[in-house]
């Protein structure tokens, strides 16, 4: 099992941090998570309404990929920079978009109701909303443009891990074997997630049971990519590592009279992002 879904030479050829558990973990509980926003998503396209039409869905779906085309464009022309010296900060950030992104879908009948039962109040207080448009069709378009930041993000970020896993200090790695690997784990781990999300989906009959099972997934899914993401060691030196290596540096040669005591929220402050060190 271990030749299928670690490196070859592991655990020479990868270097220290590299988060093989906490990442099926991760992937699991985003897998159970993403089953129940699936299953709102239907039901957004119109699956038991007997007053949708498959034009519809199409033209729905059409919007969200416009929408998400159009949110890809912006988001790389913004964050294409910043993906690979802040790979660690995208990373995470990766998760809360698409974490964001399945909240919405998961609650958007919860949302269509609550817009139907106030619409004269929400028509009065947002004039630029048509009325005659359902709230679905904004939340939808709302989750891919996020999921689209999260492909954008996650596509620069992990591949900037993945060159550090694959170079170790000692030893040679292999990018193309690490991401080999790790894509057939992830695939385990979604089938996984998936079949036990089709047992227990059945039995999530109720709002408040599947708003529970699903904020508890996300909570865990963040909690364990923080906890993976922190425990990453780079050789390589952005903004905050090599503020703080300046710092450092400065108060060795004599120049400061005190050592600067930064705090981890002090660093991103600086830099207006989660924190780096």
């Known amino acids: 099992i271990a030749k ?8 020479r050829s990868v270097s220290p941090g590299y988060y093989r558990i906490l990442n099926a973990l991760q992937a699991f509980c985003s897998s159970l998570a993403g089953f129940l926003s699936s299953r709102a998503t239907l039901e957004g396209y119109g699956v038991g309404d007997a007053t949708a039409t498959a034009t519809n869905a199409l033209l729905l779906t059409v919007l969200q990929d416009i929408f998400g085309q159009l949110t890809t464009i912006v ?6 920079s910043s993906l690979f010296p802040e790979a660690k900060t995208y990373r995470f950030l990766t998760d809360l978009l698409n974490d964001a992104a399945i909240i919405i879908d998961t609650l958007s009948p ?5 817009y139907d039962a106030y619409a004269p ?3 009065t207080s947002l004039p630029f909303l048509p009325p005659t448009v359902p709230l679905r ?10 999921r689209s930041l999260c492909g954008i993000a996650a596509g620069g970020s992990k591949n900037a891990i993945k060159m550090h896993f694959a170079t170790p200090s000692e030893g040679t790695g292999d990018v193309g074997d690490l991401d080999a690997k790790d894509s057939s784990k992830e695939t385990v781990l979604a089938l996984l997630g998936m079949l036990i999300g089709t047992l227990t989906v059945p039995y999530l009959t109720t709002p408040s049971l599947t708003y529970a099972v699903l904020f508890v997934m996300v909570f865990l899914h963040l ?3 923080y906890l993976a993401v922190r425990g990453v060691i780079f050789r390589t030196l952005n903004r905050q590592r090599a503020c703080l290596a300046w710092m450092a540096f400065k108060f060795e040669r004599g120049l400061m009279a005190t050592p600067p005591i930064l705090r981890l929220w002090s660093v991103s402050l600086c830099t207006r ?4 060190a």
């Open 4 to 11: 299928v879904f670690l490196p070859a030479g592991y655990p």
């Open 75 to 80: 988001g790389a022309f913004f964050f294409g």
């Open 110 to 114: 919860l949302l269509a109701s609550l």
């Open 121 to 123: 109040q929400i028509a």
């Open 137 to 146: 069709v904004y939340t939808l378009c709302l989750s891919a443009s996020l």
């Open 223 to 225: 909690l364990i990519n």
């Open 273 to 276: 992002t989660i924190s780096e």
